[in-house]
Nanobody, 128 residues
Framework: QVQVVESGGGLVQAGGSLRLSCATS????????MGWFRQTPGKEREFVAG????????TYADSVKGRFTISRDNAKNSVFLQMNSLKPEDTAVYYC?????????????????????WGQGTQVSVSS
């Protein structure tokens, strides 16, 4: 069992930055690919960014590419999402997820069904 806890959400003006953190339990963090998703009321949860077990490979949704950066620190069992140039349309609850991975790849990690464990989410609100 892996516990996932997000933090770092808040209210920011358009153009501003936030850094989300995701802490996980367990001694096998480096066996998991990690991802960030987001969801707004009435809509499906959508992929934001993913990172491979070692952190050597990343993938992003087109809507955030060039503005968001996903990273991880395996020594601290943590993954991060640096969000710059925020827009009102980035407003959502952001979720961190862990998916067991046999290989150091982000293949298929845009798919919500490839993740095994989820956090409770953290609210990000961007005002115009």
């Amino acid at each position: 069992q892996v516990q996932v806890v997000e933090s770092g959400g808040g209210l920011v003006q358009a153009g501003g930055s936030l850094r989300l953190s995701c802490a996980t339990s367990g001694r096998t963090f480096s066996s998991y690919a990690m991802g960030w998703f987001r969801q707004t009321p009435g809509k499906e949860r959508e992929f934001v960014a993913g990172i491979s077990r070692s952190g050597s490979r990343t993938t992003y949704a087109d809507s955030v590419k060039g503005r968001f950066t996903i990273s991880r620190d395996n020594a601290k069992n943590s993954v991060f999402l640096q969000m710059n140039s925020l827009k009102p349309e980035d407003t959502a609850v952001y979720y961190c997820a862990a998916g067991y991975s046999d290989y150091d790849t982000v293949s298929r990690r845009r798919n919500i069904d490839t993740y095994d464990y989820w956090g409770q989410g953290t609210q990000v609100s961007v005002s115009s």
